[in-house]
Structures are given as C-alpha cells and as structure tokens.
T-cell receptor, first 115, second 111 residues
Framework: SAVISQKPSRDICQRGTSLTIQCQVD?????MFWYRQQPGQSLTLIAT?????????ESGFVIDKFPISRPNLTFSTLTVSNMSPEDSSIYLC????????????FGPGTRLLVL | QKEVEQNSGPLSVPEGAIASLNCTYS??????FFWYRQYSGKSPELIMS????GDKEDGRFTAQLNKASQYVSLLIRDSQPSDSATYLC???????????FGRGTSLIVHP
C-alpha cells in the first residue's frame, strides 16, 4: 500500500488568508484525491487531482476557492483560499491503488483552524 | 440519490464479544465495497475490501456482502478495547471508481 505524507499536520490561520497543503506519495499513483472531514462527520470529496490536467471538482467546490496542483504522479497540493472560520476542518489527501484505483489510502491529514 | 447509509451508533459491546457493523447502499449495480477504521484524531485506514457475494475473512474481521439486499456488513470477532473506533463503509456507486463513504459507526468495546 502507498505511504502518504502531508504537510503541515496542523495550522491556525487568520480569516482572509490562504493555506497550501502538500501531499507526497512514496510511489507513482494515477489517482489522488482531496477530502474534507468536519468534526463527527464523514469524508466529503473535494476533488480528484489529475496529473497533467485540471482537477475535477465535486458539486459545491470550486477551483477559485480550492485550487489544486498535480505536477507529477507522486505529489499534489491543495490551497484553501480566502479562508473563513467555516473552512476549519481536517483536510485529507488520498491515493487510489488497485486495478481500478478504487482502494484508497489516506495521508495523516491537516487540521486547520481559521480564526 | 446515490447513498451509503450507516447507523452512527455508538455500538457498545463487551470485550470478547462479536461486533456487527452494518451498511446499506442505494445502487444495485455497485461492485466494490470497502471497510475503513478511523481512530479518533487519525485518518481512515483500510481494513478490507469485498467484491463478491458471501463472506470474506481476514483474521478477526469478516466482511459479508449481499448484493441482492444491497447490504454489506463487518463482523469483528473477539472484540478488544483497541477496536474502539469509527468504522466507515465505502461503496463505489453507479460504476464510479471513486467510493462514496458512509457517515461511519462508532464502536466502543468496554472491558
């Protein structure tokens, strides 16, 4: 299984600022994903990070708010832009593996608090 | 609407008992099913996947799939306090390669 690291592990930010979260996988993977998990809630998919093309965003998430980069098959970034307290959450990166890439392995997450 | 449903719990079982966690899903054509465990403050970790009807065993864990009833379950035998966590069911709905996660069931195993 893929080993995934994320930076930063946690941060406290002021409203109106932006934070970029990095995700590194120890092997090349085709599919990488970004999720948000609010306290006591399940995982909400933000977008699929596509290598060589724009990310595919889920309903309710837009590129201007959550720009994503995927420069190669082992790395991706998620930026949370113009933050508000409602963006306080855990942000998780995952990589898909297996024949159909459906089996997902998660990074440790980034805990974000916006004041 | 395509959904994955789980009882949020908490499910409380005594140490040594069998814990039974259930999950239903909305799309009869779903083919891939996953169980994840998430400890408080940690990220989800894959326990097992199942693709065919019937049972699949891995150590103390058994996944059971019934596609006709659109139902997948996870049994944990000889439950230990260290099994206390939230268990997330994930299903690839509608032919999607991206699983949809349920809300999770909180399991508490008390000594």
């Amino acid at each position: 299984s893929a080993v995934i690291s994320q930076k930063p592990s946690r941060d406290i930010c002021q409203r109106g600022t932006s934070l970029t979260i990095q995700c590194q996988v120890d092997s090349q993977v085709t599919m990488m994903f970004w999720y948000r998990q609010q306290p006591g809630q399940s995982l909400t998919l933000i977008a699929t990070a596509n290598q060589g093309s724009e990310a595919t965003y889920e309903s309710g998430f837009v590129i201007d708010k959550f720009p994503i980069s995927r420069p190669n098959l082992t790395f991706s970034t998620l930026t949370v832009s113009n933050m508000s307290p409602e963006d306080s959450s855990i942000y998780l990166c995952s990589a898909g593996q297996g024949m159909t890439q459906e089996t997902q392995y998660f990074g440790p997450g980034t805990r974000l608090l916006v004041l | 609407q395509k959904e994955v449903e789980q009882n949020s719990g908490p499910l409380s079982v005594p140490e040594g008992a069998i814990a039974s966690l259930n999950c239903t899903y909305s799309d009869r054509g779903s083919q891939s099913f996953f169980w994840y465990r998430q400890y408080s403050g940690k990220s989800p970790e894959l326990i097992m996947s199942i693709y065919s009807n019937g049972d699949k065993e891995d150590g103390r864990f058994t996944a059971q799939l019934n596609k006709a009833s659109q139902y997948v379950s996870l049994l944990i035998r000889d439950s230990q306090p260290s099994d206390s966590a939230t268990y997330l069911c994930a299903v690839s709905l509608g032919g999607s390669y991206i699983p949809t996660f349920g809300r999770g069931t909180s399991l508490i195993v008390h000594p």
